[in-house]
C-alpha cells in the first residue's frame, strides 16, 4: 500500500497523463483515416458545383472558351474518381486517387 501522499499524487498525475495522450492519438488516428474521405467529398462537390457552371455556360455562351476548359476538367476528375488517377483539387494541386470499389467492369460480349 501506498502511503506517501506525494507518492499517490504522482501516480494519479501520471495516470491523467496517459490518458491524454492516448486520447490525443486516438483523435489523430481518427482524422488522418479521415482525410482521405474528405477529399473525395470535396471533389464530387466540386463537380457538382462545375455541372451546373457547364449547364449554364453552354445555354448562355456556348462558344466561351470556358465551357471547353471546363468540360475537359469535369471529364478528368470524373475519371479519376471512378478509375483512380491524378486530378486536380479545389486549390489546383494535384492529387493521386486511388480506384473506385463500387466501379463495375463490363464484361466482354
Do not use: C, K
Amino acid at each position: 500500500m501506498i502511503r506517501s501522499l506525494r507518492l499517490r499524487l504522482g501516480f494519479l498525475f501520471l495516470a491523467f497523463l496517459l490518458l491524454v495522450i492516448a486520447a490525443v492519438t486516438v483523435t489523430y488516428a481518427a482524422v488522418a483515416s479521415q482525410r482521405h474521405d474528405a477529399l473525395l467529398i470535396n471533389l464530387a462537390g466540386r463537380q457538382r458545383m462545375l455541372s451546373q457552371q457547364l449547364t449554364w455556360l453552354a445555354l448562355t455562351v456556348p462558344d466561351d472558351p470556358l465551357l471547353a476548359a471546363n468540360r475537359q476538367r469535369f471529364a478528368e476528375t470524373l475519371a479519376a474518381l471512378e478509375q483512380g488517377g491524378a486530378a486536380l483539387d479545389a486549390s489546383g494541386q494535384p492529387v493521386v486517387l486511388p480506384p473506385s470499389s463500387s466501379v463495375r467492369r463490363s464484361s466482354p460480349n
